[in-house]
């Protein structure tokens, strides 16, 4: 399964080049005038099936939140800053791996016998044990700068729920090799864009629309499923308090989030196009987070982009939990989606044929 290959993947911000790999394995023969920028995002061209086509990008980004080798201490032990966004209260106790050769770790803390005051996390206060008993054994095997990610193993938790790392946006990444692995041509030529740096300030989007300027944007993304019931709640209950989407419940469509707003006839018409292929769909309104749709909308003249995410649990945290009905119906929608859109159904001017 190739979700499982890109999940396992390490490739924290900065530092793809695990999944750039993977990538370009799977997506050579299928696809014409692959480019490697500069940054280390990947675009490529899916001709279309006719002539003067609408030429729509694909965005999904290849980087993970994680972390960075800061120094090492004396006896040995690792100091480290966060790549991308976290809560610090997960960090102690994690299994990481550092650095290419992938040197297992863990996150230590006072052990709870020692630590009975509430002390507040912080991840300066941290330190990631490799084994090593001195700085030089230590500095042996990893350097200050080496990325960090969680060591989570991809399993399936029954026939249609998988758990794993980087689900923000391997699971992005997965769906555009489909649909560039289809074997039919679309309508539209397909810009693919592998993107980089998304979680530190989506920047390597940037440079993949300014270098491809397509005429509209899809961004494939893992969001929030924030489905679980209030730990903190009445224990007999199983109410959820406004979830921001929930898993099993098929692809996110994003009305608008802290990087962008989604025009409201392109979001109509991925709304029309879920309905007359009977895919269920969900709308996402909360401000958190953002997309690489908040850079491509204004690159160049500006490009109209909307965002299709898989609703994922526990994102930005060492295991989430994705559905694979959600999946499947997503990838659906997508190519539903590149079979039947036209200039006409995302122009701010109603009638016309040009965007």
Known sequence: MLLRELSEAVG???????VREIVL??????????????LGGVTAIKPASGANPLRVMIAAHMD??????RGIDGEGLIRFGAVGG?????????????GAERVPGVIIWVPIHHNRDDNVVKITNLRIDIGAT????????????DRIAFSTPFT???????RGKAFDDRAGVSLLIDVLQ??????VEVIAAFTVQEEIGLRGAKVAASRRTPDLALILEGTTANDTPDPFADPDSDVVANPTCRMGAGPVLTIMDRSAIIPPRLLAFLR???????????????????TDAGAIQISGAGVPSAVIALPCRYIHTPAALLNRADYDHMLQLVKATLNSITAADFSLIEGTTSA
């Open 12 to 18: 924290v911000s900065g530092d793809e080049r695990a």
């Open 25 to 38: 394995r799977a997506i050579t023969d299928h696809v014409t005038d692959i480019q490697i920028d500069p």
């Open 64 to 69: 993970e939140v994680g972390f960075m080798v």
């Open 86 to 98: 976290f809560d610090e209260r997960i960090l102690p106790g994690l299994r990481v791996l550092v």
């Open 134 to 145: 001195s700085k030089d054994q230590a500095a042996g095997k990893v350097k200050t700068g």
């Open 156 to 162: 399936e938790l029954s026939d249609q729920v998988v």
């Open 182 to 187: 289809a074997a039919e041509a679309y309508p």
């Open 272 to 290: 029309h196009t879920a309905d007359a292929n009977t895919i269920p769909y969900q709308l996402k309104s909360q401000l958190g987070g953002g």
